[in-house]
């Protein structure tokens, strides 16, 4: 029977995405595991694997598609002995076919297209958790048809996916009951209601014909415009500065960094001050822990690790991947684990585990030489830090004026979930390790 390849969903809020590349063609066997294909999502790609044993009898969705829908048909697979041209045909009229062409340049005439509502930390279902992670088409098929539950069948395949030889075990073995009918899902919450600009056409009409081009919206700027519509609508912001002095960092700094050991005649890590701010926020978090939520309707999320987003420019915008525990980690392990993210974020090669979720984030535009800034929050954080450039001030000191290097810090907060003087407190501690960098050390 021809098993059919759906686009998978690589993270649970995604809807569409870029089928880039084929690396498989039709006759060719594929194996479990094997690498079939790269997808391209709003802000990365990713390689997909088999997980069927086969013949390609068919590809349905042609490399270098645009927006094809989550499990929308993308190609066809044969079983081992089976007619290969009888499953292209049998297989094809089984799903509904992928969008097959990339989406056109708008024309300044046309009406836009409606905006659909987003969806707010909106859990994958168990039905998709089970066909995209746990069990094969195959085995779920055959499942089905003797009555298993799928959830009681320990898989072998890759990643503890469960196969048809583990659906043939359980069979002969007796040892998985018939799968529960499932409950009815509960009501989903309603989409907040984003307030809309003008349109297209009536922008369109303040600029002269031929005095510009029109450059279509990417997946990563579509997401990166409706999360910070979505924040600035939803989320009561309000910003707490201080400034910061930097001198006894910076000594620390050039310390550790000459220290540095090398291997094959390189240090093996160099600081940046972004690393030591990353971690100075990370601990500040752990000292002031009710600063450390999120917010949802129901209840305060109190996180038990600081995982501290950074965010990082890319061509066409930004990612914000993730430190996970960096209360924890060595300022050396902060440091090279930045500079990994760093250089697969401008490739788009991170994983979406690697920048969905954390508890806060660090904006840092010092390097551009901006003074001063207030970033807008990332749902579901309730803190963003901004950071600016680091310069020679002229502070007093004992009434005496002296020349220090200093940085203005901006923490954006979610009014919701930390008021102002627990806002002011966190930004203190924060204070206290940049200007005591000793204590990121012990």
Known sequence: MPINITMPALSPTMEEGNL????????????SGDVIAEIET??????????????????VVPAGTEGVKVNALIAILAEEGEDVSAAASGGASAAPAAKAEATP?????????????PKIDAAPSTAMSVE??????????????????????????????????????AVAGGSAKAAPAAAPAPAAAPAPILAKGPSDEAVLKLFEQGSYDLVPHDGMRKTIAKRLQESKQTIPHFYVSVDCELDALLALRAQLNAAAPEKDGKPVYKLSVNDMVIKALALALRDVPDANVSWTDSAMVKHKHSDVGVA??????????????????????????????????????????????????VSNMGMMGVKNFAAVVNPPHATILAVGAGE??????????????????????????????????????????????MGMLV
């Open 312 to 361: 990082v420019s890319i061509p066409g915008g930004l990612i914000t991947p993730i430190i996970r525990k960096a209360e924890t980690k060595s300022l050396s392990a902060i440091s090279n684990e930045m500079k990994d993210y760093g250089k697969r974020a401008k490739e788009r090669k991170l994983k979406p585990e690697e920048y969905q979720g954390g508890t806060t984030a």
């Open 42 to 59: 709003d802000k990365a790609t990713m390689e997909v694997e088999a997980v069927d044993e086969g013949v390609v009898a068919k590809i």
């Open 132 to 169: 995209r992670i746990f069990s094969s088409p195959l085995a779920r098929r055959l499942a089905k048809e003797a009555g298993l539950d799928l959830s009681k069948v320990s898989g072998s395949g890759p990643k503890g996916r469960v196969v048809k030889s583990d659906v043939e075990k």
């Open 392 to 437: 020679e001030r002229v502070v007093v000191k004992k009434g005496e004026m002296k020349v220090a290097n200093v940085m203005t810090v901006t923490l954006s907060t979610d009014h919701r979930a930390v008021d102002g003087a627990l806002g002011a407190e966190l930004l203190g501690a924060f204070k206290r390790y940049i200007e005591n960098p």
């Open 20 to 31: 880039a590349k084929w690396l498989v063609k039709e006759g060719d066997k594929i194996k």
């Open 105 to 117: 340049a708008p024309k300044a005439e046309a009406a836009p297209a409606a905006t659909p509502a």
